[in-house]
T-cell receptor, first 112, second 111 residues
């Protein structure tokens, strides 16, 4: 499968714990995006990388959130001191050109 | 915030053409219209995009009005697998490339 891969698919964590998600984009894609989706809403942009450079961060990305793409390939999204409001689907997408952004299946986070 | 307006839901009979409208009255000259869809529990899937000319690919056709203030996505022969949430998005194809999703149109294909 050469699509965007996200791991884990599901994560349940206790409030206050740290979690880390991984995204493996399509190999030749230099752009990588993170989105968050809550129930009944469309995906909301969080942050965007071009190669290893993080070019934009949404105001939704509080200080507890950090994303990296150290070698311009896979990316990680870490949430520190999770809160119940962090419960959502976290989606990763990659593209060469915006026109065709390919999304992964997402990581569903539940904070209890 | 999303700059497009879509009806919240639509039904279409299986085998018929599904026509999904979208208003983007504030679209600027360099902004494209994109359509994505999201099937339950999956990530969004790109369908088609256009600037001002009508476009067609293996999935759908996109009809953009001459003033570019609205468009229609056409699924020519809808199947049950086309039941999904459809998003219409306008965004530039350069520079700031994030997608701003609205709440979309929930299309239900009726057998």
């Amino acid at each position: 499968d050469t699509g965007v891969s996200q791991n884990p698919r599901h994560k349940i964590t206790k409030r206050g714990q740290n979690v880390t998600f991984r995204c493996d984009p399509i190999s030749e894609h230099n752009r990588l995006y993170w989105y968050r989706q809550t129930l009944g809403q469309g995906p909301e942009f969080l942050t965007y990388f071009q190669n290893e450079a993080q070019l934009e961060k949404s105001r939704l990305l509080s200080d507890r959130f950090s994303a990296e793409r150290p070698k311009g390939s896979f990316s990680t999204l870490e949430i520190q001191r999770t809160e119940q409001g962090d419960s959502a689907m976290y989606l990763c997408a990659s593209s060469q050109w915006l026109a065709e952004a390919f999304f992964g299946q997402g990581t569903r986070l539940t904070v209890v | 915030d999303a700059k497009t307006t879509q009806p919240p839901s639509m039904d279409c009979a299986e085998g018929r053409a599904a026509n999904l409208p979208c208003n983007h009255s504030t679209i600027s000259g360099n902004e494209y219209v994109y359509w994505y869809r999201q099937i339950h529990s999956q990530g969004p899937q790109y369908i088609i995009h256009g600037l001002k000319n009508n476009e067609t690919n293996e999935m759908a056709s996109l009809i953009i009005t001459e003033d570019r203030k609205s468009s229609t996505l056409i699924l020519p022969h809808a199947t049950l697998r086309d039941t999904a949430l459809y998003y219409c998005i306008d965004t530039p194809d350069f520079g700031n490339e994030k997608l701003t999703f609205g709440t979309g149109t929930r299309l239900t294909i009726i057998p």
